[in-house]
């Protein structure tokens, strides 16, 4: 009884370490390769974007925040047709001592269809991985459209991370122009 026990426990915790690697394999894919769990000024290193650094404050409390920045024109990873985009890392001074740290994507697509082709490869991908998901779509839309918001909350035994995807649904005049996916992480140890 002992050694199917232990069993059924090496057999479990196995699943979730490899579920674990999954997540951070294609989160890491997904940011072009950064490894993004890693500290932002490591996270850059060795990789072909050229990343310029910035420092500025916070306009509601002054405090300090580093910012990594780097233009891309393409990507393997992106499968529709990408305009360009753009990848950044910020961290606060604050969360250096927590761990904590942001990345953001922003892709530029060539119309709404292509976005929401590359919306919804994205989405499906990291959906399986969430422990939950909030959709937000307000009622108001502005001159543009309205946006829609996903947030993917993703847990395991060390830390949290949140995945959203912003779009704007365009008005059907604005279909065919630039559309944007922008897509956000955030990464907490506990």
Known sequence: MRRFSFTLVFT????????????????????????????PEKMIIGLPLKFEKFLRKQEQTGEPITIYIADFQKDDRISSKLLNGEVRIEQ????????????????????????????????????????????????????????????????DDFSVKKLSFVYLIPNPEEKNKTQYLFVDYSYRRY
Do not use: C, W
Not at 13 to 34: P, R, Y
Not at 111 to 124: F, H, K, S, V
């Open 92 to 155: 606060k001074n604050y969360e250096v001592e927590l761990g904590r740290h942001s990345v953001f994507l922003r892709l530029a697509f060539q119309n709404y269809d292509d976005l929401i082709e590359e919306y919804t490869r994205l989405y499906t991908k990291f959906e399986g991985y969430a422990s939950n998901i909030m959709t937000e779509s307000p009622e108001n839309e502005n001159d543009y459209g309205r946006q829609i918001s996903n947030i993917l909350t993703i847990k």
């Open 12 to 39: 479990f915790l196995s699943i979730v370490l490899f579920a674990q690697d999954d997540v951070k394999s294609d989160l890491n894919s997904l940011f072009l390769g950064l490894n993004v769990e890693s500290k």
